[in-house]
């Protein structure tokens, strides 16, 4: 009886605030944002699920997991809206690209306070990747609201693993708000294997894996995939579900989840060409098709040309300034599903090999290096695309190699599916 009261309260000060607010930064009466928040057909993140979770933050001190893509109706920054109805936010953390999600990426982000709500901003992507015992003391909940994009090589997850395990060793309880996956309709790639794990990439899966940031934290927890020292069955976690959202949805993002996806088309494309962040190639950054554009100024001069340039999110991009030669493959989203086709794309990879004058210098690292020691083998997961790719086998022989991994992750995955397929 107490907790529905709690609910009933909750609701009705969330509504009282959505009549009161006619302010710059909603820019719409209650009228008109009431049947937006609750279309019966519009895909809804967690964070707008409101009667499920605002109990639980009720006299709470919440620290949240945050950063530009943490936002309600597709504009209201999530942090603005719960601040609005009484929600007591004591810290914000934030991940790679900082924030408001302008720093480059794999730029180290320092502390901060947030100028617009006056918010102690600790970044977990500098000189720590962890809360520390300091941070966490004044806090007695965990709330974590990221959009991710589905791709193993894409951090957030990552930053969610060691946020999981953070929760653990301080005895919070973590809230994940769930958000739709945009690549969450396929699942494909090399699994990662074991010696290959680093920060873009800590878990034996593909490169898609097709689930939501809400069923990926199930699976870290419900497989005990946590560090030794963090048994899943001592977190404290909660989902939060989306509303209308199903594995055959086509989701786009409102805001860009970091400074190089700037559109629908590079999120489709990211999984199949980030691969280039691996070789000598330009992978796009410092244009405006990143991921989408890919090229070296030593390939044929016949071939589309491109230079990058130094701009927000990319200020020292690969070939900064100079004449490259190579691949435009954008075009509007709908056109780039129909090529993508559910499927990894490993097709201009091969040819950019193929044609790349000097084959010894195509993928970075050291001569000398231990397979371990290449970035390509970090995104790929394992040494044996590299390989692949020097071979020139076929798209089609590469993809058989992977069917056995593929196999195992999905029946692992399926138990831990909160949406119909």
């Keep these: 009886m107490k907790q529905r009261l709690l609910t009933c309260l909750w609701a009705l000060i969330l509504l009282t605030s959505a009549c009161a607010q006619k302010s710059t930064s909603h820019n719409k009466s209650a009228k008109d944002a009431e049947p937006v928040f609750n279309s019966k057909n519009r895909i809804q993140p967690g964070a707008e699920n409101f009667k499920v979770y605002l109990p639980l933050l009720s006299g709470k001190r919440v620290a949240l997991f945050a950063n530009q893509t943490t936002v309600v109706n597709d504009s209201i920054h999530l942090v603005d809206e719960l601040r609005n109805i009484g929600v007591n936010i004591v810290k914000i953390f934030a991940p790679e690209h900082g924030f408001r999600g302008t720093a480059d990426a794999g730029e180290k982000v320092d502390n901060s306070v947030d100028k617009k709500t006056g918010i102690q901003v600790i970044s977990l992507y500098g000189k720590k990747r962890k809360p520390s015992e300091e941070d966490m003391k004044d806090v007695d909940i965990l709330l974590f609201d990221i959009q991710d994009?589905?791709?193993?090589?894409?951090?957030?997850?990552?930053?969610?693993?060691?946020?999981?395990?953070?929760?653990?060793?301080?005895?919070?309880?973590?809230?994940?708000?769930?958000?739709?996956?945009?690549?969450?309709?396929?699942?494909?790639?090399?699994?990662?294997?074991?010696?290959?794990?680093?920060?873009?990439?800590?878990q034996a899966v593909p490169i898609v894996y097709g689930m939501t940031i809400g069923e990926y934290a199930k699976?870290?927890?419900?497989?005990?995939?946590?560090?030794?020292?963090?048994?899943?069955?001592?977190l404290r976690l909660t989902v939060i579900p989306c509303i209308n959202y199903t594995h055959s949805s086509r989701y786009k993002l409102p805001v860009k989840p970091s400074p190089n996806l700037p559109d629908m088309a590079s999120i489709y494309w990211y999984p199949s060409t980030c691969l280039f962040e691996g070789t000598v190639l330009s992978e796009g950054r410092g244009t405006d098709k990143p991921f989408q554009v890919f090229g070296h100024p030593d390939l044929p001069k016949n071939l589309y040309s491109f230079t990058p340039v130094s701009r927000e999110g990319a200020k020292d991009p690969k070939h900064k300034d100079k004449l490259c030669f190579g691949w435009n493959i954008s075009?509007?989203?709908?056109?780039?599903?129909?090529t993508i086709n559910n499927q990894i794309h490993l097709e201009y990879l091969l040819e950019a090999y193929k044609l790349f004058p000097e084959k010894?210098?195509?993928?970075?690292?050291?001569?000398?290096?231990?397979?371990?020691?290449?970035?390509?083998?970090?995104?790929?997961?394992?040494?044996?695309?590299?390989?692949?790719?020097?071979q020139q086998l076929t798209m089609a022989e590469i993809r058989r190699s992977w069917e056995p991994g593929l196999k195992e992750f999905k029946i692992i995955r399926k138990k831990y599916l909160l949406y119909e397929e």
């Design 219 to 234: 699976m870290l927890a419900g497989e005990n995939w946590l560090g030794s020292e963090f048994p899943g069955n001592k």
């Design 149 to 202: 994009i589905g791709v193993r090589f894409y951090t957030y997850i990552s930053s969610l693993e060691e946020f999981m395990e953070s929760a653990v060793q301080f005895n919070k309880p973590l809230v994940v708000l769930d958000r739709p996956n945009p690549n969450g309709f396929y699942i494909d790639g090399p699994v990662l294997e074991k010696p290959f794990r680093s920060f873009v990439g800590m």
């Design 360 to 390: 010894n210098k195509f993928f970075i690292g050291k001569e000398g290096a231990k397979p371990t020691e290449y970035f390509f083998n970090k995104l790929s997961g394992n040494a044996k695309l590299m390989e692949q790719v020097k």
């Design 331 to 338: 075009g509007t989203p709908d056109k780039v599903l129909e």
